[in-house]
């Protein structure tokens, strides 16, 4: 499958943005989909995670109650609404693909695909 993220830009802190990840391929449904983001200097962090029918989700602390993942799967595209930004948001985000379904993964090693990326500034 291949992923391409977009939706990035800049944006003032408290405010609102939202990605989205199209996907190739006809098995889109079949994968479930993470987001990662990485800022400079730092390693690839977990931000968020759906699963294949969209019915789960998971998040990681930091954005918790702050973010929202969802997917439609006619659309082979996944999305990442992202509310109350803060300056520590500033990233590159990326998303992801596994086959993996038993538990949530956050390591980025367990995901097979990945998008190309999309930059998310946030302004004090």
């Known amino acids: 499958v291949q992923l391409q993220a977009s939706g990035g830009g800049l944006v003032q802190a408290g405010g609102s943005l939202r990605l989205s990840c199209a996907a190739s391929?006809?098995?889109?449904?079949?994968?479930?989909m993470g987001w990662f983001r990485q800022a400079p200097g730092k390693e690839r962090e977990f931000v968020a995670a759906i699963g294949r029918s969209g019915g789960g989700t998971y998040y990681s602390d930091s954005v918790k109650g702050r973010f929202t993942v969802s997917r439609d799967n006619a659309k082979n595209t996944v999305y990442l609404q992202m509310n109350s930004l803060k300056p520590e948001d500033t990233a590159v985000y990326y998303c992801a693909s596994t086959t993996y379904s038993r538990s949530w993964i956050v390591t980025p090693g367990r995901y097979d695909y990945w998008g190309q990326g999309t930059q998310v500034t946030v302004s004090s």
């Open positions: 391929g006809r098995t889109f449904s079949s994968y479930v």
